[in-house]
């Protein structure tokens, strides 16, 4: 069993950055794809970025591309969002989710673990 953590989240101006974390319990972190999703009140889960196990693949939805950016620190079993040039449209419940299968995917349905979620607000 994996437990995610997430943190950083918070108010922000447009234009204005924040580092999201996502700290993951058990020995097998750095087997698992990691992902982080956004859900926006009244709004489906959408996807937002994901990275392989081994740190080369990445993958992100067009609306953040060129503004953030995902990492991951095996030995820390941590993954973050670098997230910059924040929009209101950014503004959301931030999710990160563990996937048992190392590489990158962008379907929530194939995730198998996820973070309690950190709220993100950008104001305008």
């Known amino acids: 069993q994996v437990q995610l953590v997430e943190s950083g989240g918070g108010l922000v101006q447009t234009g204005g950055s924040l580092r999201l974390s996502c700290a993951a319990s058990g020995r097998t972190f750095s087997t698992y794809a990691m992902g982080w999703f956004r859900q926006a009140p009244g709004k489906e889960r959408e996807f937002v970025a994901a990275?392989?196990?081994?740190?080369?693949?990445?993958a992100y939805a067009d609306s953040v591309k060129g503004r953030f950016t995902i990492s991951r620190d095996n030995a820390k079993n941590t993954v973050y969002l670098q997230m910059n040039s924040l929009k209101p449209e950014d503004t959301a419940v931030y999710y990160c989710?563990?996937?048992?299968?190392?590489?990158?995917?962008?379907?929530?349905?194939?995730?198998?673990?996820w973070g309690q979620g950190t709220q993100v607000t950008v104001s305008s």
């Open positions: 989710a563990g996937d048992r299968d190392r590489y990158v995917s962008t379907l929530h349905s194939e995730y198998d673990y």
């Open positions: 990275i392989g196990w081994n740190v080369r693949s990445t």
